[in-house]
Structure formats: structure tokens, C-alpha cells
């Protein structure tokens, strides 16, 4: 058994438990259900205020649902870094998220259309809550592409930037660091030695140090092909979308 492991009951009990196939089944419909209500409500601005409302409170809806099917699967591979079942509902969640890539555009849309958006927020005790948010929404509306181009983008990230963050995360969550602790030579995970920065003995923390700095000379040139292409696809996107610098986007 894997030593570096908590429990995740809480969560859901395993990939096959009936609680866990039922709610990733679930997801699909639950994203027809947000795609058909973002068709019919973004058509025109009427009843504005309460359309933003509802678009919130489904939004915030449908990521509590889906929120522990990821992070069950992702905290799975954070000490099972191999587990196949994990690794492949994280790509099937991602994959699914896509189909919300149009929903997401038309309601960037709309909201960027809308001409009197300070008046409709402070007209909703509800939506001064999101104000800050729901005026930077409405202001990317200006660097949006065609809805045709946003869900080609959003599909060709699944073998872009999300496929490099991944063979990241996992060059790093199977890197194994060579340490010697109290004249034993071990190879271990790279969290444990990571966490050896908050032990007492200040001996230990340099060795831990030195240790995860070397350990690193074992995937920096895969790791920089890895940022580098995601950094890449950033800049390109960028450009697209007509900002004057990445920085701006931020």
C-alpha cells in the first residue's frame, strides 16, 4: 500500500462506488441542462438582472456537483500518480467541460452587450456580491474570437497546454529525490522531502533543499519543454485576442 495516502470516503469510496458513477453519468446532463437554458436566456436582455441571477446560482450549482469528481480523481493522483482509473476520469471531466465552451461564450458575450450593466447590478442585492467579477466578465467581451473559434480553441488544449500541464505534473509527482538522512542513502517522493523543510533539525531542511535542487537536474529539460509550450500557447492566444501583452490578459 501506498504510505503516502488519506482517506477520501468523504469524498466518494472508490471509482466504482454507485455514488460516484452516478454523479459523473450525471454530468453530461447537467451540462445539456446549462446549454439549453444559456440558448434560450441570452437570445435577448430582457429580465437582465434576473437572468444573471439564475446564471450564477446555476453556474455555482452545477461546480459544487462536479467539484468532487475532480478532486477525488485528481487527489488520487496526487499520491497514485500512475493510478490509470484516476488519470482517465480527469481526462474525460476535461473533455466534458469543453461542451460548456459555447454556453461560456454567450454569456460573455451578452453580458458585454449589455449597455447598463452598474444599474442592473445595483438594482440585485444578489449581484453586488459578484459586481467586481461580473464587470471584468463583461469586459473581456471586447477580446473574445467568433464562438466557432472559442470551441476549437477550447478542444485543441485538451492536446495543448492541458496535455503539457499534465506530463508536468506528472514528471514531478513520480520524480523520486535522493537523500541521504542519518547515514542512510534513501530515494524518496518528492512531497516528503518537500515537507522535510518544516522538520526541527535544520540539518535535515538543507539536506532536503539541496537534495529537491538536484533531484530537479532529472526532468528540468523535459519540465522546460513542458512550460515552454504552454507559455507559447499563452503568447499566441494573446496575440489573437488582441492584447496588447500577456500582461494585460492578466
Known amino acids: 500500500m501506498n504510505e503516502m495516502r488519506w482517506n477520501l470516503d468523504k469524498l466518494y469510496t472508490s471509482f466504482d462506488s454507485k455514488e460516484f458513477?452516478?454523479?459523473?453519468?450525471?454530468v453530461d446532463q447537467k451540462i445539456e441542462e446549462i446549454k439549453k437554458w444559456s440558448a434560450e436566456n441570452f437570445?435577448?436582455?430582457n429580465n437582465a438582472a434576473q437572468k444573471l441571477?439564475?446564471?450564477?446560482k446555476n453556474e455555482t450549482a452545477f461546480m459544487e456537483f462536479v467539484y468532487p469528481l475532480f478532486q477525488f480523481a485528481s487527489l488520487t493522483t496526487s499520491v497514485e500518480a500512475k493510478n490509470k482509473d484516476a488519470q482517465s476520469y480527469l481526462e474525460q471531466l476535461r473533455i466534458k467541460f469543453v461542451a460548456l465552451t459555447q454556453s461560456s461564450v454567450m454569456y460573455e458575450k451578452w453580458i458585454g452587450n449589455l449597455k447598463n450593466l452598474d444599474a442592473i447590478i445595483d438594482s440585485s442585492g444578489f449581484l453586488k456580491n459578484f459586481k467586481f467579477i461580473l464587470k471584468e466578465t463583461a469586459e473581456k467581451k471586447k477580446y473574445l474570437l467568433s464562438e466557432k473559434e472559442e470551441i476549437s480553441i477550447a478542444k485543441m488544449r485538451q492536446t495543448g497546454s492541458t496535455a503539457w500541464s499534465t506530463l508536468q505534473n506528472n514528471l514531478t509527482a513520480n520524480l523520486l529525490v535522493d537523500i541521504e538522512i542519518d547515514g542512510e542513502k534513501k530515494h524518496l517522493p518528492l512531497p516528503v522531502v518537500r515537507n522535510m523543510a518544516h522538520d526541527k533539525s535544520s540539518d535535515i531542511r538543507k539536506k532536503a533543499y539541496?537534495?529537491?535542487l538536484e533531484a530537479y537536474k532529472k526532468i528540468e529539460e523535459s519540465s522546460a519543454a513542458c512550460l515552454n509550450a504552454i507559455?507559447?500557447?499563452?503568447?499566441?492566444?494573446?496575440?489573437?485576442?488582441?492584447y496588447d501583452s500577456i500582461i494585460d490578459k492578466v
Open 21 to 26: 458513477k452516478a454523479d459523473f453519468d450525471a
Open 43 to 45: 437570445k435577448d436582455n
Open 53 to 56: 441571477e439564475e446564471y450564477i
Open 210 to 212: 539541496e537534495a529537491e
Open 231 to 242: 507559455k507559447g500557447e499563452r503568447l499566441s492566444l494573446s496575440k489573437m485576442r488582441g
